[in-house]
């Protein structure tokens, strides 16, 4: 089943998420209906926050990145089939240096803009079978783990930017919470005029 995705200034993507339990109802369904919303959207990732739900979990398949042709055969090989549920994501470490990446988020439609990050990502996580593991990303999977990590914790790509980029993006972002954007997915406004 398709969600509507939570658009920009919905207090949903501030809030303090909590960690999934074991027997969290229906969560298998609710993965499953992550990863369409998620392919409709021709998103890379997807954090529960954006569906509405202040939960610690997010899904990634990065596998269209692995099309791109400036990646090095290694990386091509990791992004390949990198497809996973991170449940209760706890980042242990990040290192290296810091690189821009144009990065871009359902939840903020038509807005890109080059983000800084570090390279290597240490992540603890439990995978959609509940087990635990530690695992070490570097390049764009880590890239993308990055950004969806954010959303757990409440962060957006935008406020990563620079005070003179942010006051730039600030009437296109209060547009964006108002409903005055076009996407190709379904979405939910926080403050959408009724009737539209
Ligand atoms: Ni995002």
Redesign the pocket.
Same mark, same amino acid.
């Given at each position: 089943m398709i969600l509507p995705i939570v658009a920009y200034g919905d207090p949903v993507l501030r809030k303090k998420t909590v960690e999934v339990e074991k027997d969290y109802p229906n969560l298998d369904g609710l993965i499953e209906n992550m990863f369409e919303t998620m392919y409709n959207a021709y998103?890379v990732? =997807?954090?529960a926050p954006?569906i509405g739900l202040p939960i610690r979990l997010f899904v990634i398949d990065a596998s269209p990145f692995a099309d791109d042709e400036e990646l090095s055969e290694d990386e091509r090989r990791q992004l390949q089939d990198f497809k996973k549920v991170f449940i209760n994501a706890k980042i242990l470490e990040e290192n290296g240096k810091e690189w821009a990446f144009n990065?871009?988020? =359902?939840?903020?439609p038509n807005i890109r803009e080059d983000v800084l990050r570090q390279d290597t990502v240490k992540i603890e996580y439990f995978d959609e079978n509940f087990n635990k593991k530690v695992e070490e990303f570097t390049g764009r999977a880590a890239r993308v783990i990055q950004?969806?990590y954010?959303?757990i914790e409440g962060v957006?790509?935008t406020d990563k930017l620079s005070g003179l980029k942010k006051r730039l993006l600030k009437g296109k972002l209060s547009n964006i919470s108002k409903g005055k954007v076009k996407a190709d997915y379904k979405m939910r406004f926080p403050e959408a005029k009724k009737g539209r």
């Amino acid at each position: 089943m398709i969600l509507p995705i939570v658009a920009y200034g919905d207090p949903v993507l501030r809030k303090k998420t909590v960690e999934v339990e074991k027997d969290y109802p229906n969560l298998d369904g609710l993965i499953e209906n992550m990863f369409e919303t998620m392919y409709n959207a021709y998103g890379v990732g =997807l954090a529960a926050p954006q569906i509405g739900l202040p939960i610690r979990l997010f899904v990634i398949d990065a596998s269209p990145f692995a099309d791109d042709e400036e990646l090095s055969e290694d990386e091509r090989r990791q992004l390949q089939d990198f497809k996973k549920v991170f449940i209760n994501a706890k980042i242990l470490e990040e290192n290296g240096k810091e690189w821009a990446f144009n990065e871009g988020c =359902l939840s903020i439609p038509n807005i890109r803009e080059d983000v800084l990050r570090q390279d290597t990502v240490k992540i603890e996580y439990f995978d959609e079978n509940f087990n635990k593991k530690v695992e070490e990303f570097t390049g764009r999977a880590a890239r993308v783990i990055q950004h969806e990590y954010d959303h757990i914790e409440g962060v957006l790509f935008t406020d990563k930017l620079s005070g003179l980029k942010k006051r730039l993006l600030k009437g296109k972002l209060s547009n964006i919470s108002k409903g005055k954007v076009k996407a190709d997915y379904k979405m939910r406004f926080p403050e959408a005029k009724k009737g539209r």
